[in-house]
């Protein structure tokens, strides 16, 4: 794992069946949890998508009028399934939940401050029929300003990528540029292009590929699952995809939970990551020896964030 990015090669586009609609029925997963005003605008997005034959929304946990807002949802369109009352066990769990649940044919995971935009599920599930092997198909996931969202097409997340990109030494130091695992920088590709990474806010798989990985890793609680996915597609020969056509507007950071316990969700995520993919003893003593700096660098970054905000 020496952190340098993967080349790019070309794909060659899916052959597109002549109805989407009746190949494939599509169901979107959405797991929501404490997710504030974007919610609302971000369920009008899927239901005004003609591809959506199911939208199954899975609550982790919402405020009271959230709540009484998604029943109200799910009693006026029969398109929707709410499954709520297990509490806050996690996305990869509650996304787990929503796929056993759904009924269509392709899968496409939604973040809940994510807003679909036009023809955005019809790219998506337009590219993944047809390919042979387990395929995971990434939509270009956009700032609210429309600029490419960093994290939305990533190389191979490693230690030291991974130490690099948190710590922005590999945006900051010319030397440790070659380490950026990041690529919303780069012009988007014209076609859809295999990435090591895709990003978790907005992709789609078959239902049979992603039964046959075994779906999300419910041992992830917050953050680095998706990672994890497009690695274990990967190691079965399959393909991870990014879509340049297929936009979707993300908000993040719109949540009510923390930044501190995001951020270490997410420490503790890569450093569960780099253990799970550790071969021999070596790699696996140095994934244990990082863990505590992983997780610590993940932790200083809110901390720096308050600081740059009282200055």
């Known amino acids: 794992m020496n952190g340098v990015a993967a080349p790019i090669v070309a794909v060659e586009p899916a052959p597109a069946p002549a109805d989407l609609r009746l190949r494939r029925s599509v ?14 605008e971000s ?18 946990g919402s405020t009271g009028a959230e709540q009484a807002r998604l029943a109200q949802v799910a009693a006026s369109d029969r398109r929707v ?22 009924q269509g ?24 029929e047809g390919r042979p092997v387990p395929c995971i198909v990434g939509g270009r ?5 429309r600029t490419e ?45 295999p990435v090591p990474t895709i990003s978790g806010a907005c992709f789609c798989m078959r239902r049979e590929d ?17 990672v994890d996915l497009c690695w274990r597609v990967r190691e079965q020969g399959g393909l991870v995809l990014f879509h340049p056509r297929a936009e979707v507007v993300h908000l993040g950071h719109t949540s009510q939970t923390s930044p501190l316990k995001v951020e270490f969700h997410k420490g503790v995520g890569l450093a569960r990551y780099f253990q799970k993919r550790a071969q021999g003893v070596g790699q696996r003593a140095l994934a244990l020896l990082l863990t505590p700096v992983i997780i610590g660098t993940a932790l200083a970054r809110p901390l720096m964030w308050r600081l740059k905000g009282r200055a």
């Open 210 to 226: 992603f039964d046959a990985v075994g779906g999300f890793d419910e041992k992830y609680f917050l953050h680095v699952e998706d």
């Open 81 to 102: 399934r709410l499954i709520s009352g297990h509490g806050n066990v996690g996305f990869a769990r509650g996304a787990n939940l929503g796929a056993r649940a759904a």
């Open 149 to 193: 969202q960093r994290g939305a097409r990533r190389g191979d997340i490693t230690p030291v990528t991974a130490l690099m990109s948190l710590s922005r030494l590999a945006q900051r130091v010319p030397a440790f540029r070659r380490y950026e695992v990041h690529w919303e920088g780069d012009a988007a590709p014209d076609q859809i292009t």
């Open 27 to 40: 169901s979107v997963v959405m797991v929501v949890y404490m997710t504030g005003e974007a919610l609302e």
């Open 105 to 128: 044919e392709v899968l496409v995971f939604l973040n809940p401050d994510a807003f679909l935009q036009p023809g955005c599920i019809r790219e998506l599930v337009r590219e993944i």
């Open 141 to 145: 996931v956009l700032n609210a300003d």
């Open 43 to 60: 369920v009008a997005c899927v239901l005004a998508d003609p591809e959506v034959g199911e939208f199954v929304i899975v609550d982790n």
